[in-house]
């Protein structure tokens, strides 16, 4: 079935370092992909999406770009910040819209 | 800004006992779905839900744990009898049933069975 490979970690980082967290993808057909960010004590939530090939999905600093040729969706933030620091999972949908999501990679970022 | 709500946020029991945890999905979704995260495991999809009708269920153990949508605002999960690997945080999310569509999560029901 359609899976996602990501970047296991953890990720350490100081402030204002710049972030990528690969994520690659196995799928049939082009499905929408996304991230979802955990932070502490809380349960997932939609951090970006993009929907089809070459669409970039951004939201709080963070982008991804759907590149259908290395099948991947990386993260990247350009300047993280300490309130950054959570967990962070790739995913892709199935045929019965349960979501799939990757192992998730927690990022920790230091004053 | 709405929300899935569950209940209890923690829950401490003895190996044995009844759990049921609740969860009140978003108005209008007409998917929820179970989930059970661990460090080992990381997310697991334990059951779901289309129209308060059960899918899928093949990832929960069946001989222990059941899963219902008795109405359109109530999921429970309950685990007869728990035992100490029962251990984990359950989510219960919700969504629209579109694979554009994402899903909401509530925050969790830490699960300790001693």
């Known amino acids: 079935g359609d899976s996602v490979t990501q970047m296991e970690g953890p990720v350490t980082l100081s402030e204002e370092a710049f972030l990528t967290i690969n994520c690659t993808y196995t799928?049939?057909?082009?499905?929408?992909l996304f991230w979802y960010v955990q932070y502490p004590g809380e349960g997932l939530q939609l951090l970006l999406k993009?929907?089809?090939?070459?669409d970039k999905g951004s939201n709080k600093g963070f982008e991804a770009t759907y590149r259908k040729e290395t099948t991947s969706f990386h993260l990247e933030k350009g300047s993280v910040q300490v309130s950054d620091s959570a967990v962070y999972f790739c995913?892709?949908?199935?045929?019965?819209?349960?979501?799939?999501f990757g192992a998730g990679t927690r990022l920790t970022v230091k004053p | 800004d709405a929300r899935v709500t569950q209940t209890p946020r923690h829950k401490v029991t003895e190996m044995g006992q009844e759990v049921t945890m609740r969860c009140q999905p978003i108005?209008?979704?007409?998917?929820v779905f179970w989930y059970r995260q661990t460090m080992m495991q990381g997310l697991e999809l334990l059951a779901y839900?289309?129209?308060?009708?059960?899918?899928?269920d093949s990832g929960m153990p069946k001989d222990r744990f059941s899963a219902e949508m008795p109405d359109a605002t109530l999921a429970t999960l309950k685990i007869q009898p728990s035992e100490p690997r029962d251990s984990a945080v359950y989510f219960c999310?919700?969504?629209?049933?579109?694979?554009?569509?994402?899903?909401?999560f509530g925050n969790g029901t830490r699960l300790t069975v001693t």
């Open positions: 999310a919700s969504g629209l049933g579109q694979k554009d569509s994402p899903l909401h």
């Open positions: 799928a049939t057909g082009y499905p929408s």
């Open positions: 993009a929907t089809k090939a070459d």
């Open positions: 995913a892709l949908p199935q045929n019965n819209n349960d979501m799939r």
């Open positions: 108005l209008g979704h007409n998917t």
């Open positions: 839900f289309r129209n308060r009708a059960p899918l899928d």
